[in-house]
């Protein structure tokens, strides 16, 4: 299973990508918004810099003509730019034809199979299921992660099943439970993923003991 980043915050992805398992970078107008991004194509530029893997920067155009433009300059940025365009017609249509221009998409704002299986049969390279705001709503995002595994593996599609609007560790573990390719989140979830209290507890004692053990090696010593 791949592990994004969903932040914009450089020092987040700096702190991610130093833990050496570090697969790629989501980024969204929101996350931009939050860490008060001036230079948009500037940031993903550094991004791309920080990190090997796919970098997602999304459009803002919500017209075919003018997402065409937007992805055509985004993925100019770099190699590993990946263009992130909302799950909508216009961005569909857009989709299908970065797709056979070679362009590399991630179809963003997914809540059913059946736009997940739209956004397949347009070529899009990864599928983003939101699973978090349907957990929202009192649904279960979940069962769209497993929907979609199904719906691409029964017909082999090549699109990756990108799990996003990740909150919790559960929601990575079900994921990749269920075949999911990739899971985006942000780095709270991250450090979450590391963190066992009987790790913890196992390591201080490990240490302790050892302390001990030098220690009475040292008596040992004194007493001959
Ligand atoms: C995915 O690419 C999105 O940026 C992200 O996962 C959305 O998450 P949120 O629902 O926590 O905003």
């Given at each position: 299973m791949k592990f994004f980043?969903?932040?914009?915050?450089?020092?987040?992805?700096?702190?991610a990508n130093d833990l050496g398992v570090l697969d790629g970078v989501t980024t969204?107008?929101?996350l931009c918004y939050k860490v008060g991004v001036r230079n948009f194509e500037k940031h993903v530029a550094t991004i791309c810099d920080i990190v090997d893997g796919d970098v997602s920067a999304e459009v803002i155009a919500t017209e075919y003509?003018?997402?065409?433009?937007?992805?055509?300059?985004l993925a100019k940025i770099a190699d590993n730019v990946v263009v992130k365009v909302p799950l909508?017609?216009?961005g569909i249509k857009a989709i299908k034809t970065l797709s056979d221009e070679g362009i590399r998409t991630n179809c963003t704002l997914c809540f059913s199979a059946t736009q997940a299986l739209l956004a397949a049969k347009a070529g899009a390279t990864y599928i983003s299921p939101f699973i978090g705001r349907i957990d929202?709503?009192?649904?279960?995002?979940m069962q769209l992660i497993a929907d979609v595994v199904t719906i691409y593996t029964n017909y082999g599609y090549e699109t990756e099943v990108l799990a996003a609007s990740?909150?919790?560790?559960?929601?990575?573990?079900?994921?990749?439970?269920?075949g999911a390719d990739v899971a985006t989140m942000p780095m709270k979830v991250i450090n979450q993923l590391l963190k066992h209290p009987l790790t913890d507890n196992g390591l201080e004692r490990f240490l302790n003991d050892w302390d001990?053990?030098?220690?009475?090696?040292k008596q040992d010593k004194v007493a001959t």
């Open positions: 980043i969903d932040t914009a915050d450089l020092d987040e992805i700096r702190e969204n107008p929101s003509d003018a997402i065409m433009d937007e992805a055509h300059s909508i017609k216009e929202d709503i009192s649904s279960d995002g990740v909150r919790h560790p559960m929601h990575v573990m079900e994921a990749a439970r269920l001990a053990l030098q220690e009475s090696i």
